[in-house]
Antibody, heavy 121, light 108 residues
């Protein structure tokens, strides 16, 4: 079955850290760029970070630069997001998303169900 | 960074109406513009990619136009299942990307 399954979310205090993971199955993981997209409760979608197929190119939204690090392990079919110095405004559902260049550059055509991150004291 | 301004933020309409949602980029993005539909409790679905190409399985009442900085999503005749939130996304400089703020389409 083609799917992305996120894990690693939870409740953390401001200033704390979490590491999100995304396990891909049913796809040739190394063929695709990947991204993390978040959605705060009742709010819109926000692209957080992206990585190309081999990890050689990464990008971040300004609000997480210097605090979050995206990485991937193609041998393990896995995507990661290391989140440090967490803030209340990072509270959101975090989605792992596949980019499908076969459709169009950067288009997201496969989404996980998300993992919730809550930053609260 | 490229900013995307989507309007309106919300819209009330009736079944059978024609509706248009606009998305403006802070700089030219050619046609690296895509539209998604999200229903409550669901992940977003891709509707239109490259500004005007309908994703497989999407009804033909959906259409997209534009290039450069100005883009539109049109639904020619609203159906009950179309009431949802719509987002534009630019992918001009991957792996960077940006979404618009979203347009919530509600039943009048």
């Amino acid at each position: 079955e083609v799917q992305l399954v996120e894990s690693g979310g939870g409740v953390v205090r401001p200033g704390g850290s979490l590491r999100l993971s995304c396990a891909a199955s049913g796809i040739t993981f190394e063929d695709y760029g990947m991204s993390w997209v978040r959605q705060a409760p009742g709010k819109g979608l926000e692209w957080v970070s992206g990585i190309n197929w081999n990890g050689g190119s990464t990008g971040y939204v300004d609000s997480v630069k210097g605090r979050f690090t995206i990485s991937r392990d193609n041998a393990k079919n896995s995507l990661y997001l290391q989140m440090n110095s967490l803030r209340a405004e990072d509270t959101a559902l975090y989605y792992c998303v596949r980019e499908n260049e076969g459709i169009a550059p950067g288009v997201f055509d496969l989404w996980g169900q998300g993992t919730m991150v809550t930053v609260s004291s | 960074d490229i900013q995307m301004t989507q309007s309106p933020s919300s819209l009330s309409a009736s079944v059978g109406d024609r509706v248009t949602i606009t998305c403006r980029a802070s700089q030219s993005i050619s046609t690296f513009l895509h539209w998604y539909q999200q229903k409550p409790g669901r992940v977003p679905d891709l509707l239109i990619f490259a500004a005007s190409t309908l994703q497989s399985g999407v009804p033909s009442r959906f259409s997209g136009t534009g290039s450069g900085t100005d883009f539109t999503l049109t639904i020619s005749s609203l159906q009950p299942e179309d009431f949802a939130t719509y987002y534009c996304q630019q992918t001009y400089n991957t792996p960077l990307s940006t979404f618009g703020q979203g347009t919530k389409l509600e039943i009048k």
